[in-house]
T-cell receptor, first 116, second 115 residues
């Protein structure tokens, strides 16, 4: 079974509008962290936001917020007021505390294209 | 702001040749990682390294792969005899701590092309 699932391979969003990127995860570990990374066309992986499994509040970081629904095992990324520079691939990732070596497990990614 | 650096940015090699990919992690970080991303696919974990030894490796990380921290700053990935299917983007990452709350910061990647 996939540990991280991103069901949207690609999305268009109008500049200045908000967009929600879906991420669902599967784990039996009660302690885990969820991460979102941005990969622009240049290829680097840029850390955006983190949510811990025990965090009571949804994480926010500037225009990025994470809609964490623990019972549904979802951690959707919301980008508000989209900008042209937000066009990129977005990856959701998880690290389970019990996982040896602290490895991150990534989803397949969602490509976002912001239209002017 | 401190960042992870990687060299070279692009490496082209012939099948069967050895390649060494180099990384300089963030200076106060203690945990180091290599990941790879085959074109158009998801990012995959290869290996993690702490206290001068491998903490965990994936099934991809076979005997052809090795990692080393030759000095206090560099972290290298060696592929002994490259295969066509090793063509991918290779990312180095580092983190300060371990545990689910720690963030891994990635370098810009090395694009390896095996001909």
């Amino acid at each position: 079974a996939q540990k991280i699932t991103q069901t949207q391979p690609g999305m268009f969003v109008q500049e200045k509008e908000a967009v929600t990127l879906d991420c669902t995860y599967d784990t039996s570990d009660p302690s885990y962290g969820l991460f979102w990374y941005k990969q622009p066309s240049s290829g680097e992986m840029i850390f955006l936001i983190y949510q811990g499994s025990y965090d009571q509040q949804n994480a926010t970081e500037g225009r990025y917020s994470l809609n964490f629904q623990k019972a549904r095992k979802s951690a959707n990324l919301v980008i508000s007021a989209s900008q042209l520079g937000d066009s990129a691939m977005y990856f959701c990732a998880m690290r389970e505390l019990k996982a040896a070596g602290n490895k991150l497990t990534f989803g397949g990614g969602t490509r976002v294209l912001v239209k002017p | 702001e401190p960042e992870v650096t990687q060299t070279p940015s692009h490496q082209v090699t012939q099948m069967g040749q050895e390649v060494i990919l180099r990384c300089v992690p963030i200076s106060n970080h203690l945990y180091f990682y290599w990941y790879r991303q085959i074109l158009g696919q998801k990012v995959e974990f290869l290996v993690s390294f702490y206290n001068n030894e491998i903490s965990e490796k994936s099934e991809i990380f076979d005997d052809q792969f090795s990692v080393e921290r030759p000095d206090g700053s560099n972290f290298t990935l060696k592929i002994r005899s490259t295969k066509l299917e090793d063509s991918a983007m290779y990312f180095c990452a580092s983190s300060e701590l371990a545990g689910s709350v720690d963030t891994q910061y990635f370098g810009p990647g090395t694009r390896l092309t095996v001909l």
